[in-house]
Nanobody
Framework: QVQLVESGGGLVQPGGSLRLSCAAS????????MNWYRQAPGKERVLVAH??????????NYADAVKGRFTISRDNAKNTVYLQMNSLKPEDTGVYYC??????????????WGQGTQVTVSS
């Protein structure tokens, strides 16, 4: 019933742009913090972008490695979170995962994961 479906990944040259989308269903999207994680080849999964629930301000945070280049946004009417990726670098290569986290008491008590979408930045 619960689904997070990523799309928009692909092959892009250094300096290029991609926009990832994550379409959610089966839960109350507006009540969940949304995150994008990535896992580069040979490395652990890391959080790259975060956005709070809109009623708490919709604040965003980014990993230092992507700050100034990536933008996370959400559209609650469409149950969708986006990751706009600009000025892409080879080190941005990896599988990008959408994550939805329910944290009503200040810590995550329930979360969901998408299947991931591959982003490859290469000449």
């Amino acid at each position: 019933q619960v689904q997070l479906v990523e799309s928009g990944g692909g092959l892009v040259q250094p300096g290029g742009s991609l926009r990832l989308s994550c379409a959610a269903s089966g839960f109350t999207f507006s009540n969940y913090v949304m995150n994008w994680y990535r896992q580069a080849p040979g490395k652990e999964r890391v959080l790259v972008a975060h956005i709070t629930i809109t009623s708490a301000g919709g604040s965003t945070n980014y990993a230092d490695a992507v700050k100034g280049r990536f933008t996370i946004s959400r559209d609650n009417a469409k149950n969708t979170v986006y990751l706009q990726m600009n000025s892409l670098k080879p080190e941005d290569t990896g599988v990008y995962y959408c994550n939805a986290a329910f944290a009503p008491y200040g810590s995550t008590i329930l979360d969901y994961w998408g299947q991931g979408t591959q982003v490859t930045v290469s000449s």
